[in-house]
């Protein structure tokens, strides 16, 4: 069983910044991709930024040179750096892990979501 966990989410003034953390725990073997994405009320789902389990990256159109995606694999656990926050920003954002468990099952995991609001 795995687990994905977040935090630090909040209420944040446009042009603000915060920081989330998702920690993956359980019966891990290796954690691979992890990624963030996102869900504003009445749009689907999309893809934030991503990284590699040796820390190449991509990010989404939108958030271009403003957040920063990275991971410490040593506490299985990735970060999304959100600077310049405008009120476009404002959604549910979701952590996903491609993670091989101890029994060498290739899982796709995500967490329960934590909500960003960017308002003044």
């Known amino acids: 069983q795995v687990q994905l966990v977040e935090s630090g989410g909040g209420l944040v003034q446009p042009g603000g910044s915060l920081r989330l953390s998702c920690a993956a725990s359980?019966?891990?073997?290796?954690?691979?991709?992890m990624a963030w994405y996102r869900q504003a009320p009445g749009k689907e789902r999309e893809l934030v930024a991503r990284i590699s389990s040796d820390g190449i990256t991509d990010y989404g159109e939108s958030v271009k040179g403003r957040f920063t995606i990275s991971r410490d694999n040593a506490k299985n656990t990735v970060y999304l750096q959100m600077n310049s926050l405008n009120p476009e920003d404002t959604a549910v954002y979701y952590c996903n892990a491609l993670i091989l468990t101890a029994t060498l099952a290739s899982t796709t995991n995500w967490g329960q979501g934590t909500q960003v609001t960017v308002s003044s």
């Open positions: 359980g019966s891990i073997f290796r954690v691979n991709r």
